[in-house]
Each structure stands twice: as C-alpha cells, then as structure tokens.
C-alpha cells in the first residue's frame, strides 16, 4: 500500500518559478525511479523529469536547463523546480514512481493525482 501525494502546483507567470513536490508513504523498503510527468486534455502523459534512486536524471528536451529533478531516498520524495516557465508547460503533473519495493515482497508502480500548473503570458 502505496501513496503519492503532491504539492506547489499553481499559477505563474511567464519567466517565473514554481516547485512541485512528492512524497511517497507507506511500508516502502526502495523506490527505483522517481519522476514528473505532465499531460494535456486529449493527449498522452509525457515524460518531463526522471531520477534514479543513484542520482541519474533524464530530461525532456523542452524542459532541460530550466527545470531540476531531485529526490530524497531517505523520506522517499521528488521535487521539480521549475524555472523560466512558458505558457506551453501549462499541464496537470503527475509524480510517479517506479520499481517500487515493499517491504514484505512486491515490486510495482504508483502515480500521484496530479496538480495543475497553469502559465500565464
């Protein structure tokens, strides 16, 4: 038994910044992936950010070197620090989480509920 819950959605202007972040609770032993994913109405989920529980990240390009991955193994939570915002990263974000260990035996994924960032320009 597994739960995402997200945070820092909201509305920012055009150059501006927001944080969104994610924990992860329950009888959790390791997460293997941890990530942001975003989506439109009437479009597929897309990749936007994903960390390794050993650090490595993987960026889609039209976010990469504007926003930051990071993650905490320890509390078991991601954040997305988003900076230099458009008005076309306008999308409900979903945390995921992959390869996720529980302890007693199990091995599968989790997604968040989603918060909406909103863009103005």
């Known amino acids: 038994q597994v739960q995402l819950v997200e945070s820092g959605g909201g509305l920012a202007q055009a150059g501006g910044s927001l944080r969104l972040s994610c924990a992860a609770s329950?009888?959790?032993?390791?997460?293997?992936?941890m990530g942001w994913y975003r989506q439109a109405p009437g479009k597929q989920r897309e990749l936007v950010a994903v960390?390794?529980?050993?650090?490595?990240?993987r960026y889609a390009d039209s976010v990469r070197g504007r926003f930051t991955i990071s993650r905490d193994n320890a509390k078991n939570t991601v954040s997305l620090q988003m900076t230099s915002l458009k008005p076309e990263d306008k999308d409900v974000y979903y945390c995921?989480?992959?390869?996720?260990?529980?302890?007693?035996?199990?091995?599968?994924?989790?997604w968040g509920k989603g918060t909406l960032v909103t863009v103005s320009s």
């Open positions: 960390m390794t529980r050993s650090g490595s990240t």
């Open positions: 995921n989480a992959g390869g996720v260990s529980i302890m007693g035996g199990g091995n599968t994924d989790y």
């Open positions: 329950g009888r959790i032993f390791s997460i293997n992936l």
